[in-house]
């Protein structure tokens, strides 16, 4: 069900160090075991995502030192690095967003992992959420 124009929760994303040491937790301990990797040349990430019936989990491993994961990781250590919403339209959501006098990031969709549209909104403009939107 749609609020306005939001479907969901998509995915929360977690900067991890090591996609290796960090997927036992979510396998062995939660029994997620379903899991997909793939990498995201894009943004210099390879992404572990675990399926929920109401959003996903992705973990994010740097795959070079100029992965933006990387510089996250460096200033702020592991932990929750983004939260994406679900939209039928990418391009709305950031329209709105710039519409109303606020920063993004992405002035227009790109590619994200498993085939979706992404568009990230700055931190600035949410109180200190890296929020992203995501339409598959
Ligand atoms: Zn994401």
Do not use: W
Not at 66 to 95: C, Q, R, Y
């Amino acid at each position: 069900m749609a609020n306005g124009m939001i479907n969901g929760i998509d995915h929360v994303g977690i900067a991890v160090r090591s996609l290796e040491e960090r997927i036992p937790f979510y396998r062995e301990v939660l029994g997620m075991k379903e899991v997909v990797i793939e990498e995201v040349p894009d943004q210099k990430v390879r992404v572990a995502m675990f399926p929920t019936p109401h959003g996903r989990i992705e973990l994010l491993e740097p795959t070079s030192p100029e992965s933006p994961i990387a510089i996250f990781l460096e200033k702020n250590g592991e932990g929750i690095h983004h939260l994406a919403l679900g939209t039928d339209d990418v391009a709305v959501g950031l329209a709105a967003v710039l519409g109303a006098g606020l920063r993004t990031i992405d002035q227009t969709p790109r590619d994200g992992a498993d085939g979706a549209k992404i568009g990230f909104v700055h931190p600035k403009s949410t109180g200190g959420v890296l929020l992203e939107f995501c339409s598959r």
